[in-house]
């Protein structure tokens, strides 16, 4: 399979250094007025996460906001989530379906329903990791699961 796509986008000037990774939250309410949009938030992905992968030498100033920004190049980071036994192969490509659960206070809530994937996402899966326990009996591995592309 091919490696991921980069994605050259602006991030603050602070926050831009190779591997920080990053939920994109959307634009915020000023941005569509900027002239940056398309470059900054519009190839994002709402509610995923980003990996940075590269920092280029240029430097931007967000004037709707007051802050400067460096242009980087980032990739869909992997996410780390709960699957089943069956799903968990490497290299397989899944269908990642979060684990719906009652228990509110579960140490592996943030892996049944890890931030950066929905249900009906199409996965490689990365690396198998760990056995998890659960407090309701369902049989789930840890896994790091990159989206795949769509297949044609």
């Not at 809530?109 to 931030?115: G, I, Q, T, W």
Request: aromatic share 6%; with cysteine.
């Amino acid at each position: 399979m091919a490696g991921p796509k980069i994605i050259v986008t602006l991030i603050s000037a602070g926050q831009a250094r190779v591997g920080f990774s990053f939920i994109h939250r959307g634009a915020g309410e000023k941005c569509g007025e900027c002239r940056y949009f398309s470059v900054c938030v519009k190839n994002l992905e709402d509610n995923r996460v980003y990996k940075i992968v590269n920092v280029r030498d240029r430097f931007l100033r967000c004037e709707l906001y007051d802050v400067d920004m460096r242009v980087v190049e980032v990739v869909e980071s992997e996410v780390l989530a709960a699957v089943s036994p069956k799903q968990s192969i490497e290299g397989a490509i899944i269908t990642f379906h979060s684990q719906k659960c009652s228990v509110q206070d579960c140490e592996n809530a943030a892996l049944c329903s890890p931030e950066g994937l929905r249900d009906g996402d199409r996965c490689e899966v990365v690396k198998v990791c760990d056995n998890l326990k659960c407090p309701v009996g369902l049989q789930l591995r840890k896994a790091l699961l990159r989206r795949a592309p769509p297949s044609f």
